[in-house]
């Protein structure tokens, strides 16, 4: 069985067009979720000014992150970061969920904080400068040949 000219020219645009649709579906955009935000339903159980830490993590669950104080508050955060081919992760959506205590630990406030609510914290480094250069044992060897002083020794 001997294949024709025109049969051969149809299979390799059939093979042509596997490949680019092969190649295309790889680029597509892949989304993965991170942390936990309870619903509105889950929060109308907590009444603010009645309810204990240990209560809100009874209707809600323990928080991702909590405050470094006692006083401090429960934060629940969630994320949605695009991976896409080889450029880098970029989070498109992120959500946090404040709950505030006074001192008695009873809840002071409840609030909701998205993306656009966030801002860009530049971080700065204080690094001291070397004193030492890039020279190598040879360069460094080389170089204190002239420095010699004769009454030194």
Request: glycine share 8%; charged share 25%; net charge negative.
């Amino acid at each position: 069985m001997k294949l024709t000219f025109l049969e051969m020219r149809h299979g390799s645009k059939l093979l042509l067009a596997l490949v680019l649709l092969l190649g295309l579906s790889a680029c597509a955009a892949t989304y993965r979720n991170h942390g936990y935000v309870p619903s509105d339903e889950d929060l109308a159980e907590i009444v603010v000014g009645v309810d204990s830490r240990q209560s809100v993590e009874d209707v809600i669950g323990e928080p991702s992150a909590a405050g470094i104080l006692d006083s401090s508050g429960y934060y629940y955060v969630k994320s949605r970061v695009r991976h896409f081919g080889a450029l880098r992760p970029k989070e498109v959506e992120r959500e946090v969920l404040a709950i505030s205590f006074d001192e008695s630990g009873t809840v002071q406030n409840i609030e909701r904080f998205s993306l656009a609510d966030g801002k860009i914290v530049p971080l700065s480094r204080r690094v001291t400068e070397s004193s030492v250069s890039d020279n190598t044992f040879l360069r460094q060897l080389l170089s204190s040949i002239g420095r010699f002083n004769p009454a030194d020794f």
